[in-house]
């Protein structure tokens, strides 16, 4: 070996442990860069988007943290007035009512999610898919009937599903539907994009960190609680006791900065037919429920990707849902099989987030 290759090695090694050192450095400084004095408010427990929802605000002075909570809370209200299909006003019911007959004209963050939602539909081969509607309707009604759609019934709603039979025009902002009797429904996608709006606002209002929980699907930014480095975010697990009650076990803990985490699962809400059960998510190509995960929890750095995502693994199995997520940047999966064996997968990355 000549002398130059001798003197290489060592420069590398002190080189990577120089790097180390101060990745080290930045990282802990950042941590506690965060303001030593600040105040927590916090909303408690309210109902919006037809789940429960908890809003926490940081900020250096308690009126403002107040204020973010409030603001926070105003944009999920907002995001629910304009995307779901129960409230009769909303833009999604307007669609579903009049896109068959002409193009709809709606708001930007509507389009945006529209055109979010047809991304992951490519992305997901059509797991992902908001005109799942008429199949949701279907299965929703054979639950509370007890009895299984004929495979009529099945067809004929199969016929309104597709996001390709969604017509766009970007220019105008409006949407058509290609075929009579489609239905979107936003409920895979909605909370998440609610969780960015309400974080966005919240740091406009001031906030320096917050957390916005939607009925499990959460997102965490900036400044935890005083004397945390971290959000800590218990994850439930995914088993229901024979009066159908939740676990109140947790299957681990979550330690985030700036992430957010969505569920989606079996274990909450399903219909049951002649006392199987059957998922609230539909596996557009089998027009059936989704089977095989009792739960699917996905991190991302915003809550739209993380909740489409999660419902979109729910119905592409831990196969190929794991290779989905392994090739997306940024993104982890933790999946827990169906009962009674339960058994949990993960993508490489997702271990750094779980508390030892
Ligand atoms: P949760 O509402 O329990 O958090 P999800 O985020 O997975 O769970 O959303 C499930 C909802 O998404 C269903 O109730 C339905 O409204 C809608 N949905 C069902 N199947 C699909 C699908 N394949 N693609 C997109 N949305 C779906
Ligand atoms: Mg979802």
């Not at 429960?52 to 973010?68: E, H, N, S």
């Not at 009797?181 to 606002?201: E, H």
Request: with cysteine; hydrophobic share 40%.
């Amino acid at each position: 070996m000549n002398k130059k290759a001798k003197c290489i090695k060592p420069a590398i090694i002190i080189g990577a442990i120089l790097v180390t050192v101060l990745y080290f450095i930045l990282t802990v400084e950042r941590q506690q860069s965060w303001p030593k004095k600040r105040f927590t408010a916090e909303s408690g427990y309210r109902e919006i988007m037809g789940t429960f929802v908890r809003v926490m605000a940081v900020a250096t002075d308690k009126q403002t943290a107040l204020a973010c909570v409030e603001e926070g809370i105003k944009q999920l209200k907002l995001v629910d007035n304009l995307m779901s299909v129960h409230n009769a006003e909303s833009q999604i019911s307007r669609i579903n009512r009049e896109a068959y007959s002409q193009a709809v004209k709606v708001t930007e963050p509507v389009f945006e999610v529209l055109q979010r939602s047809v991304e992951y539909s490519k992305l997901t081969d059509g797991a992902f898919d908001i005109t799942v509607g008429p199949l949701v309707d279907l299965w929703q009604q054979a639950g509370n009937k007890n009895i299984k759609p004929t495979e009529d019934e099945i067809a004929s709603a199969k016929a309104k599903v597709g996001y390709e039979k969604l017509v766009f025009d970007t220019e105008k902002r409006t949407v058509r539907f290609a075929v009579d009797g489609m239905q979107l429904d936003l409920g895979g996608i909605a909370k998440g994009y609610g969780i960015d709006s309400a974080a966005r606002a919240m740091q406009q209002a001031g906030a320096i960190g917050g957390m916005i929980d939607v009925g499990g699907d959460i997102r965490c930014f900036g400044a935890p609680q005083r004397g945390k480095q971290k959000w800590s975010i218990g994850l439930q697990e995914p088993k229901t006791d024979a009066k159908g009650l939740v676990s109140r076990q947790l299957e681990l803990v979550l330690e985030l900065v700036n992430k957010a985490v969505a569920t989606s699962g079996d274990y909450r809400r399903f219909t049951l037919i002649d006392g199987q059960k059957y998922s609230h998510i539909i596996n557009p190509s089998t027009s059936s429920s989704a089977e095989g995960l009792s739960s699917v929890t996905i991190i991302a750095e915003k809550a739209t990707d993380a909740d489409a995502l999660a419902t979109a693994v729910s119905v592409m199995g831990a196969e190929k849902g794991l290779a989905l997520i392994e090739r997306l940047a940024d993104t982890e999966a933790i999946l827990i099989s169906s009962g009674p064996e339960f058994k949990q997968t993960k993508t490489t990355g997702a271990e750094q987030y779980i508390k030892k």
